[in-house]
């Protein structure tokens, strides 16, 4: 829910090769890009965006090594207030405890996971960025970047030349709330 | 690489999938009616065997465990194929999987719900099931984590727990996809449930990975789950259960049984969504492909097992194998051995394995062979032990437990029914990982 | 493959890729020819010796451990063909190279005849119920006749596959691809039959009191588990001394890497139930096969020791992306596996057959089993000589290095 407060452009795209295209010119001038939305997953477009591996994978193994530990202890603790000797086997075996440490290292390391996707995509969130479109999650694709009002011309120039069918330009003293589910609040819209 | 499945474009692909999710039709009501009375009347019927007790349900020495064990392992060995397409596949990259995860996993989660209910029917005093959760009391009282059992209470929760978040985490994205394109109240409902996902790259970079760590993490489970399953047997001493096969045998079964019913239920979604462009007949027959190398597992572990049997020169070992083949329950045997690992082969012929009704009718036999298969596991070697005083036989299935089959099959149809009709049953964005990018489509572009 | 591809595949591509090979070697083979002199005198002293058991242990150990590695090779081979997978096709004339060996085992096989007596102890106590299955003409007999049918398989998977880059016709082409894809699930059915049955005759019977149902399998998955290990290190070597560098991206040693990871989680899985079995069955029949190799002595270090090398060490590193793509790592880890497999391979057999006091690991069992380790390397190197080490003419192998020239021109000209 961030308050929109600078000035910034939206360019909507309908290829691939328009939107890599508008984001290698901006690269070339050294414009940060915001955001890229795009309606899957897409090799091409993290490259070129540089994307670092996601650090999401060392939650996870917290989480495992948690579970085994929780575990396995959870197991000797229970085995352990009585004492059992069944069959001359001692009263805190290894060999099926292996069993159930395994299964709350899965387990732990699940939740650890999604605890670090939710982290990082900062979800779930339940108001829409005002930049969202909802054509982004069919075949769009869109280049958010905010920059100060001067330099919007020489963007929106650069994507529409890469090959963009609409940009938007956002306007903070519109208000700049983002909006609801269910009723986006469109930005000024720029032929 | 030629795709298994037609190059639609973005929206094309889209479109497949969300003009089924429109309004219920009265095919939709009808099924949806039908399959509720199911489980309405399974409900009545362990309703029944609460105020009566387990003899109604055919449980008695020797045989203590009957089809409630056998649908139970049926079940869970269902849902681990879901698994297997969604999340091993996944890591291996084949791209056949693509079309099948969705459905494949909700099948796995709507299974292992289903498998789930049944060590709490097959209790006598279900209202005390709580005693098998590990919780301080008074009695200083914890379960004995060293019987198999609690680690299936244990491994059980944990799959259904993953499998359902791993499901969700793949809807998020199909989810913004039905939002954005509904209005209204449905708009609102599938807003909160996609969680404001927008698709950005951040988004999709640690999505991804999650995913990736998701599937990664759940090959294993899926592995350890049926071999804690089949440990509630392995782990005894009784003939023809104590046996080290039993683990990768079980998952094997598992897996057979649950390509069968990605058949049984994907083959009827094509036809009546028209998913033709997407459910191609390639894909079914890597299905079927891989259902040959399970099944051929499957042979190997029968005459392994049939093998070993006499190589031990145990009694007791080979007489349990005997009496399975040629006793009381010798027909179930021999449908076994003859759907399981007979059937199967039929997919070598390729006319048999790239049409819809052959496909079909194979599926339709394995499922019913690997059913029997827990029959005669579950059933003949408690009837059949060391001591020749306590042989016995099992004195069901009785109605009550047909009820409860009925009521199972009717829940799982029931939650699918739904599944199909409001969520997307194909995953769009992973289909558009493999589709060529807008504007890149050979032949007309958008 | 589409005609853009297909144009990415140039004359002088095809010719750097037919001269990738071994070249002349003749030091190798030298140092092959001695290490195999070596082993085998080291072999007939022992065998001439006080312990003639202990010479043929070391012979049984490494005739199941190297039939294991070179099966398990050819095994990925079929894999690629099974699965269609693409990734792998660079290695595919490796994995086929492994699998020359196998000839050879069904003679050493035969030669097992003369030490039957030190290590099949049912020759001396037969157990009645299992006479007609133990007895040492049936077992050689079917023994023989199932290496021979392996052997005949895998020949045969090889031959369709140097056919085509040797004859250049393309109805050749296409018929040795069909002929693969027949080939591969036959050689895959006789593997893991044939692995089985080899594993409860040489390695199970040892002690015929004992058995388990997951023997065979155990023996089968570990021998896949050692193949890719060998593969791993012959890639290396590949890589380095025989011309495949350019052939070979950082994708074929990651799925690599990839797979040897999922093998060692599945044979240590496999290595794991047994033990929890018996653990809980608690049999006498059973578990005195487990404790003599656990818990008594000279076994004891044994175990500790498999573990960590086979299962937990590989487990650890192999998580690791970055590693699964540095040579000298996967390489030395690789050689680890191997050596731990073959030490767990020695705890199964070593015990039934073997009553000294002291563990018989010594220079006599290095030296035979360099020997056997030259024969493999000796076998694999003579057919690279005569045959491509690429699959020159495999379709998916031109698609894969097409893509790969694709992506160099186009990291070129960006």
Redesign the interface.
């Known amino acids: 829910m961030k308050k929109v407060k600078s000035h910034g452009l939206i360019g909507i795209f309908s290829s691939l090769d328009a939107v890599l295209a508008a984001i290698r010119s901006l690269k070339e001038k050294g414009i940060r890009v915001d955001t890229v939305y795009s309606p899957s997953r897409n090799e091409e477009l993290s490259h070129m965006l540089e994307l670092k591996s996601s650090p999401v994978r060392w939650f996870t193994l917290t989480g495992g090594i948690t579970g085994i530990l929780f575990g396995y202890g959870l197991a000797a603790f229970s085995a352990s207030k009585w004492g059992f000797i069944v069959s001359g086997k001692p009263p805190v075996p290894v060999v099926p405890y292996v069993i159930i440490s395994f299964e709350f290292c899965i387990l732990f390391s699940v939740f650890a996971t999604l605890l670090g996707i939710a982290v990082h995509t900062r979800i779930p969130r339940f108001r829409l960025p005002l930049e969202y479109d909802g054509r982004f999650s069919r075949d769009h694709y869109g280049v958010v970047v905010y920059r100060p009002k001067e330099e919007l011309d020489r963007i929106e120039e650069n994507f529409f030349q890469a090959g963009a069918v609409e940009v938007k330009k956002i306007r903070p003293e519109l208000g700049g709330q983002g909006s609801e589910v269910g009723r986006i609040i469109d930005p000024e819209v720029v032929e | 690489m030629e795709l298994p499945f037609k190059q639609l474009t973005y929206s094309q692909a889209d479109d497949a999938v969300l003009r089924n999710l429109g309004s219920p039709t009265r095919l939709f009501w009808l099924l949806a009616l039908l399959s509720g009375g199911g489980i309405l009347f399974g409900a009545f019927c362990w309703g029944y065997q609460i105020a009566t007790g387990l003899g109604s349900a055919g449980v008695n020495h020797p045989v203590m465990w009957g089809t409630y064990l056998i649908n139970f392992v049926f079940w869970v060995g269902i849902a681990h194929s879901g698994t297997l397409i969604s999340a091993i596949l996944f890591l291996l990259k084949a791209r056949w999987r693509n079309p099948l995860a969705r459905a494949a996993e909700a099948m796995t989660v709507f299974a292992v719900a289903t498998a789930g209910l049944f060590p709490l029917i097959h209790l006598g005093r279900v209202w005390i099931a709580y005693w098998i959760l590990p919780y301080p009391n008074q009695r200083d009282l914890w379960p004995n984590f060293q019987s198999p059992l609690v680690d299936d209470v244990v491994a059980i929760s944990t799959y259904l727990t993953v499998s359902f978040l791993f499901w969700y985490t793949g809807l998020l994205p199909d989810l913004a996809t039905v939002r954005d394109r509904a209005t209204g109240l449905r708009r609102r409902i599938y807003g909160f449930f996609a969680m404001g996902w927008t698709g950005t790259h951040a988004q999709w970079n640690h999505h991804g990975w999650g995913y990736l760590l998701l599937a990664a993490l759940a090959t294993p489970l899926v592995i350890s789950v049926h071999s804690v399953v089949s440990w509630d047997f392995a782990l005894s001493i009784v003939p023809g259960w104590h046996s080290t096969i039993f683990a990768p045998y079980f998952v094997a079964g598992a897996i057979h049984s649950g390509l069968a019913m990605v058949l049984m239920l994907l083959i009827p979604l094509r036809l009546a969504f028209r998913l033709e462009d997407i459910l191609t007949n390639r894909i079914f027959e890597r299905v079927a492909q891989t259902i040959v190398f399970t099944g051929l597992i499957m042979g190997y572990s029968y005459a392994t097992e049939l093998f070993v049997a006499w190589y031990s020169g145990n009694i007791a070992e080979r007489d349990i194998f005997l009496w399975r083949a040629g006793g009381p329950y010798a027909l179930q045997f021999w449908i076994m051995i003859g759907f399981n690992s007979v059937a199967p082969l039929l997919y070598f012929f390729r006319s048999l394995r790239t049409r819809l009704v052959p496909l079909f009718v194979i599926a339709v036999l394995i499922q019913i062979g690997m059913w029997f298969e827990r029959f005669v596991i579950i059933l003949s070697s408690p009837a059949h032990e060391f001591d020749p005083y306590s042989w016995g036989r099992y004195f069901g299935p009785t109605w009550v437990e047909y009820g409860i089959m009925l009521g199972s099959m009717s829940l799982f149809f029931f939650l699918f029914l739904f599944f199909a009709k409001f969520l997307p049953s194909i995953s769009m964005s992973e289909l558009k990982e493999e589709l060529p990018a807008p504007g890149r489509a050979e032949g007309n572009g958008q | 493959m589409t005609a853009d591809l297909f144009q990415m595949i140039t004359p002088e591509l095809m010719e750097k890729m037919r001269a990738a090979g071994p070249g002349k070697r003749p030091g190798w083979i030298v140092a092959c020819v001695l290490l195999i002199l070596a082993g085998a005198a080291a072999f007939l002293f022992g065998m001439f010796g006080n312990h003639p058991e202990r010479a043929w242990q070391a012979y049984l150990i490494n005739l199941v451990f190297w039939i294991g590695v070179s099966s398990g090779g050819l095994m990925f081979s079929a894999v690629l063909t099974m699965?269609d997978a693409?990734?792998g096709r660079p290695l595919k004339r490796l994995a086929e190279a492994l699998g020359i060996f196998l000839p050879v085992a069904c003679l050493l096989l035969g030669a097992l005849y003369w030490g039957r007596y030190h290590l099949f102890h049912w020759i001396h106590n037969p157990?009645p119920?299992?006479a007609s299955?133990l007895n040492v003409d049936f077992l050689f007999m079917r023994d023989g006749a199932v290496m021979i049918l392996l052997t005949a398989a895998a020949l045969a998977i090889v031959h369709q596959s140097i056919r085509t880059d040797l004859s250049g016709k393309a109805d050749v082409e296409i018929a040795s691809v069909r002929a693969q894809k027949i080939l591969a699930?036959v050689y895959g059915?006789l593997y893991?039959?044939g692995l089985?049955l080899l594993a409860?005759d040489l390695i199970m019977s040892l002690d015929p009191h004992w058995?388990?149902?997951?023997?065979?399998?155990f023996y089968f998955m570990g021998s896949f588990y050692t193949g890719l290990a060998a593969l791993v290190v012959l890639l290396a070597v590949g890589v380095r001394s025989m011309g495949m560098a350019t052939f070979v991206r950082p994708v074929q040693h990651l799925g690599l890497g990839?797979l040897l990871l999922g093998f060692c989680?599945i044979t240590g899985?496999?290595f794991?139930?047994?033990?929890?079995?018996?653990?809980?069955?608690?049999?006498p029949?059973e578990t005195h096969y487990i404790l003599a190799r656990l818990r008594e002595s000279p076994w004891l270090p044994l175990g500790p020791v498999v573990l960590v090398s086979c299962y937990a060490v590989p487990f650890g590193v192999l998580l690791v992306r970055r590693v699964k793509m540095m040579a000298v790592p996967m390489v030395l880890l690789s050689i680890v596996i191997l050596a731990g497999i073959w030490l767990e391979r020695m705890m199964l057999i070593a015990p039934a057959t073997w009553n000294g006091e002291a563990l018989p690991l010594g220079i006599q069992e290095v030296m035979i089993t360099a020997g056997f380790g030259a024969v493999v390397f000796l076998c694999v190197l003579l057919f690279l000589y005569r045959y491509p080490i690429l699959p020159l003419k495999d379709p998916m192998f031109l698609?894969v290095m097409a893509e790969f020239e694709e992506q160099t021109r186009a990291d070129a000209h960006p």
């Open positions: 699965t693409r990734w157990p119920e299992k299955w699930p059915i893991a039959f089985t409860f058995y388990s149902t997951l023997f065979g399998a990839r989680m899985d496999f794991f139930t047994h033990i929890l079995i018996m653990w809980y069955g608690n049999l029949e698609e």
